[in-house]
């Protein structure tokens, strides 16, 4: 800790000499350049999803001018607050700020950016609530060339880093992360590491191009980090290419020592199955169902507690399959999705393309009638 803080006073020593040394008319006329244009107050390029609430808050150095928000060419605001409620996507674009110096009449602006993605191509993880030390949540959706995510997790600002995790294999080690927290100025930083063979290592990449940070902050207890992420990197031999499906890895409340040094996380959870981030789910939500799996008419199955089962479904016609959806007593128990992979598990359940259904360890809650829907891609 103390080398960051023996910078900081060094810098702010460099600065302070260097203000001595200006002329008074060479700072004159800083002042008057700068204070002829409004700013935007926080962050003026924002990511944020349909239904959520947005503020902009534009500012300028004198009380005297008069600030106006426009969009479209539009007059929506005659304060230097921008709220926008509950928002929808045709809200999206450049918000500009304009102030007018009612002496001269002159006008000066400044832009904010508003970009809402489309909710049917965005992902989510969730994990407990906000206000719980366990909370995380994450977000991530396709765009150009890129992936954008947006996490946010318990952290306490300067203190904690939060971050998300990519591997092929489901195993920790030797994984791709990329972690960022928010520090005491304010400011906010992204890192592209890698875990080693132990989990406790957390080596940074030597290469850090590919990814960019949009947003950070850290309110209530809560950081909250957006960045893009290119999809074809290879610039470090442990990156993941997000264009593969990848096992996710949400990693939160590690501990930032340095810029250079943080110590692992406290919480780690990992996805059930392999996630394709470059694909929109709404391209998978429109597959058609071309064939139902359908269970021999009034066929029993009976097991004893804790053991293993088959249910006896019969399967024909499937040539591949994208989505199977298991029910029991009407009731849906899961929708599996198959892209890497042709099985899927989902807590003692089993399944597979083919019809193929197992319950491992049953229990007397298993007991009832069960129902299978195969749904082929179009």
């Known amino acids: ?17 260097a203000a001595t040394t200006k002329s008074p008319e060479l700072k004159k006329d800083k002042i008057d350049t700068e204070t002829s244009r409004p700013y935007i107050v926080g962050q003026s390029r924002l990511y944020e999803h349909v239904g959520f609430d947005v503020t902009f808050e534009c500012a300028h ?15 929506i605001a005659t304060s230097g607050t921008l709220a926008l409620k509950n928002i929808t996507r045709d809200q999206a674009g450049t918000y500009t700020c304009r102030a007018v110096d009612p002496a001269s009449r002159r006008s000066y602006s400044t832009a904010a950016s508003l970009r809402i993605p489309d909710p049917q191509c965005v992902s989510h993880f969730i994990h407990a609530e906000p206000g719980n030390e366990r909370y995380y949540r994450a977000r991530w959706w396709p765009e150009s060339n890129d992936v954008v995510f947006d996490i946010e997790a318990a952290a306490v600002a300067a203190k904690h880093w939060i971050g998300v995790g990519f591997s092929r294999n489901g195993s920790l080690p030797f994984s ?45 207890g809560v950081t909250r980090l957006q960045f893009r992420r290119r999809a074809d990197l290879r610039d470090d031999t442990h990156d993941a290419v997000l264009n593969d499906c990848h096992f996710f890895f949400y990693l939160w409340r590690g501990t930032v020592l340095s ?11 990992r996805s059930e199955k392999r996630i394709c981030p470059r694909r929109c789910p709404a391209a998978r939500n429109e597959t ?11 066929v029993q199955t009976s097991a004893s507690v804790n053991e293993s089962v088959s249910l006896p479904f019969l399967v024909s016609g499937i040539d591949g399959c994208a989505r199977l959806t298991l029910k029991r007593n009407e009731i849906e128990l899961f929708t599996a999705t198959f892209e890497a992979e042709k099985t899927f598990r989902s807590d003692r359940f089993v399944v597979s393309c083919t019809g193929s259904v197992s319950i491992e360890e049953t229990a007397c809650s298993d007991s009832g009638t069960y129902s299978l829907e195969i749904g082929r891609a179009v």
């Open 288 to 298: 058609q169902v071309r064939q139902l799996a359908i269970s021999r008419p009034f």
């Open 259 to 269: 810029v250079a040094k943080i110590r692992p996380h406290r919480h780690a959870l």
């Open 61 to 75: 150095a004198s009380d005297a001018v008069k600030l106006t928000w426009w969009f479209d060419g539009e007059l």
């Open 176 to 220: 791709d992360l990329i972690v960022g927290w928010v520090e005491r100025q304010g400011r906010f930083r992204i890192q592209d590491r890698h875990v080693g063979a132990l989990e406790s290592q957390l080596v940074l990449d030597t290469n850090q191009t590919g990814l960019s940070l949009i947003y950070g902050r850290t309110v209530g």
């Open 1 to 17: 800790m103390g080398g960051p803080a023996i910078v900081l006073l060094i810098f702010s020593a460099s600065l302070a000499a």
